[in-house]
């Protein structure tokens, strides 16, 4: 798996104790690591804490709430986490000292792996969720605001995105006219050099009535090009209408039927997934974009083998002539 990385700043008593705000006053920070994935966590996480109260602000001084999002697929991604958190540690002393409340969680993937070590290391920190369990974090907050540190990073049963709340219009307007739109997660490739398996879980794919009814939001708000994600996109799979399978390219298919949605995309795919109807929908679909990430990782068979990407040099030669033709 290979990421575009992102950091950005987007979304963000009793006598002796910080003063704990009304719920309509709180303010949250969410520092975005890593991948097109975390942002679109972000904002989800923005969104559900929206309807607990919390107002985005990207001043982090004015936040009652930081949360940093974390990514661990690049090296010493947990270092630059911990600094972070030291010098969100002497922020949240001041703000103790002006008798006002701030929480510090972290999430994302480097929750997921570190777990009960972020608290041990960080005093600062009260809660770590990882990425399968957003949806809990209103009820992780109450649980917080009454003295607990909590870990949450248990593989939830339930599907999390029946349970999180959907993009607010006023925010995808505020957003611009493209939007990211998580289709799957996780990956079953296990190849050698990469943590995702073990930090989002078993490849999940979201079911085909849920995925178009957020594209059909997005486009209504005004969105007019969305871009599928997926640690591992061309492995989607989910039933249509009338029971059939349906792969990644037959849910494109769909998805260019919505009024208003001009441009599709995806990211980031395997070379292992990419089937005849994929490929198709590249050769007929004038939404989908003429722009396809798939990594090699090496021309070399031996690599490849050590690597764990269960394909050849000669079988991703012959993927693109496919491709092409």
Known sequence: MDLNTIESDDIGTTAGQPAVLPAAARKVFIKTYGCQMNVYDSQRMADALAADGYSATDAIGEADLVLLNTCHIREKAAEKVYSELGRIRAMKAERALAGREMLVGVAGCVAQAEGAEIIRRSSAVDLVIGPQTYHRLPDVLARV??????????????????????????????????????????????????????????????????????????????????????????????????????????????????????????TTSHPRDMDDELIAAHRDLPALMPYLHLPVQSGSDRILKAMNRRHTARDYLALLDRIRT
């Open 145 to 266: 605001r009454g003295g607990e540190k909590i870990v949450e990073t248990d593989y939830a049963i339930e599907d999390k995105f029946e349970h999180l709340p959907q993009p607010r219009r006023a925010e995808v307007i505020k957003r611009g006219v493209t939007a990211f739109l998580t289709v799957q997660e996780g990956c079953d490739k296990f190849c050698t050099f990469c943590v995702v398996p073990y930090t989002r879980g078993s490849e999940v794919s979201r079911p085909v009535a849920q995925i178009v009814a957020e594209a059909e939001r997005l486009a209504e708000a005004g969105v007019r090009e969305v871009t599928l994600l997926g640690q591992n996109v061309n492995a989607w799979h989910g039933q249509g209408g009338s029971g059939q399978e349906w792969g990644l390219g037959r849910l494109l298919f769909r998805l260019a039927e919505i009024p208003g949605l001009a441009r599709l995309r995806y």
